[in-house]
């Protein structure tokens, strides 16, 4: 933090188990003048859990543009500001990245307080190399899916997608066609009561997920086409 500006505390919060938080961003969420929260509502359930009492501000995709400058100008005053997302860390598949690159214009300091993130809990359970793996977050909705696939069918890593579980279905299927029957992982409600990951190729998941009702974010996993990866 500079003598004139406040600095931007990026905080990952718990994704599932509220006992996944840190002690740093506790201490850090109750310092702040200010909390950029993706949704007020559910972070309030947070906050109540752990005794915190700063005020809170929404950031989300569809109102970026407006909160931005009335963030950046909360820090220029020399306040400091924590930005938290729903649940793991900010600025992996959601708004945070572009808040981030005006603080940097700004020359406003950013400090991470790291902690959960799906992905990385997902690629570790999984079973699948980590040695090399790409984050390729959510698909396009309609146009552009196959294209997206098919740039990275020749990857010798591990490639991790974020999907809905209404999408589930769609998804694998769309993978099993671009990149064939891989070995792969489903991880669903990880650090909940009703966590699954589930291993087994690409058409097995397929077959396996077409007969349940699911509910929260899915991380599908994709291993290379090696035989030794397959389970």
């Known amino acids: 933090m500079t003598a004139e500006t406040g600095t931007l505390f990026i ?7 509220l006992g996944d938080f840190t002690f740093r961003a506790v201490e850090t969420l109750k310092l702040v003048s200010l909390v950029a929260a993706e949704d007020t509502r559910h972070s309030k359930k947070l906050f109540s859990h752990y005794k915190i009492h700063t005020p809170l501000i929404s950031y989300y ?13 909360h820090l220029l ?3 400091d500001l924590a930005l938290i997302s729903d649940a793991g860390t900010p600025g992996i598949s959601d708004p ?3 808040l981030i690159r005006e603080a940097i214009k700004e020359e406003i300091t950013i400090e991470s307080i790291p902690g959960a993130s799906a992905s990385l809990a997902a690629l570790i359970s999984s079973g699948l190399p980590t040695d090399r793996f790409i984050f390729e977050g959510f698909l396009p909705p309609k146009k552009g899916r196959k294209a997206r696939i098919s740039r990275v069918k020749g990857e010798q890593a591990t490639l991790i997608y974020y999907e809905s579980p209404k999408r589930l279905q769609r998804t694998l299927k769309d993978l099993l066609d671009g990149l064939g029957d ?20 690409l058409s097995e998941l397929l077959s396996y997920f077409k007969t349940r009702s699911l509910r929260g974010e899915c991380v599908i996993l994709i291993g290379k086409n090696d035989q030794n990866v397959y389970f």
Do not use: C, M, W
């Open 61 to 73: 995709e569809h109102n970026k543009f407006t909160r931005i400058p009335i963030i950046i100008d």
């Open 11 to 17: 905080v990952s919060t718990p994704i599932g188990n």
């Open 77 to 79: 005053n020399g306040n």
């Open 96 to 98: 945070a990245y572009k």
């Open 182 to 201: 891989r070995p792969a992982v489903v991880s669903r409600e990880l650090t909940k009561l009703h966590e699954e990951i589930k291993r087994g190729t």
